[in-house]
């Protein structure tokens, strides 16, 4: 018997941790087969909403936000590449020398939302593949543009979009929403609206609470 699972995503397109905890969670999906019948959605969250367009060095940013000095932002770089690596998300953190504002990349996501939840699946994996193994700037126009086209919507209206303010209100509703459910940090991860798991955590950790759900019914 197949069971139904909604799942909210809840991230930002620059974590790196969402990126790790969605190849994670794929892989429990993908071990568990034919015995869930997954409905995906991604959701809204800026890690740094007053971010300009421009963006600033990562390293500055990181020793602002977190106090990090080279070294441990070396090390912290090196555990993520590690991590990502181990659940076959390809990072380079080398070229990842920028943080960059993520609103319209959000904007474009709850576009695809409105399509179908794979053309929005597509979109959020070409949004990290241009982040972070390409090293592109995520508030960038064409950089936009070109992984809607990745994920196989249509170009002349994603530029339609980017040049108006189209889905900015839904957007902020809902980050408004799920900051009102107390959720600070992503990745979150919601199942049937009840049950956070929050992290990058290993497929294992996904599996089994995914099993849990299915066994209480």
């Known amino acids: 018997m197949t069971t139904s699972l909604k799942i909210d995503f809840v ?48 390293s500055d940013y990181l020793s602002r936000k977190y106090g990090l000095s080279p070294e441990q932002l070396a090390q912290n770089q090196a555990n993520i590449t590690a991590r990502a690596e181990s659940v076959g998300f390809p990072m380079r953190m080398d070229l990842r020398t920028h943080a960059y504002n993520t609103f319209d990349a959000h904007r474009l996501l709850h576009w695809a939302s409105t399509i179908g939840n794979d053309k929005q699946q597509a979109l959020k994996e070409a949004l990290f593949k241009a982040y972070f193994t390409e090293g592109k700037q995520t508030s960038d126009p064409e950089v ?33 929403h799920y900051q009102g459910l107390g959720i600070r940090s992503v990745p979150s991860i919601i199942f049937n609206n009840r049950h956070l798991i929050s992290g990058g955590q290993p497929a294992d950790v ?5 099993r849990q759900i299915i066994a209480q019914g």
Request: aromatic share 6%; proline share 7%.
């Open 206 to 210: 996904f599996e089994q609470a995914i």
């Open 11 to 58: 991230s930002d397109v620059a974590c790196p941790w969402c990126a790790i905890g969605l190849a994670s969670l794929k892989q429990a999906i993908a071990r568990l087969g034919a015995d869930v019948d997954v409905d995906l959605h991604f959701s809204p969250f800026e890690l740094n909403p007053e971010m300009p367009p421009e963006g600033m060095l990562l």
């Open 144 to 176: 936009l543009v070109a992984a809607a086209a990745a994920a196989g919507l249509d170009p002349a209206r994603t530029r339609e979009i980017l040049a108006s303010g189209e889905y900015a209100d839904q957007v902020r509703a809902l980050e408004a």
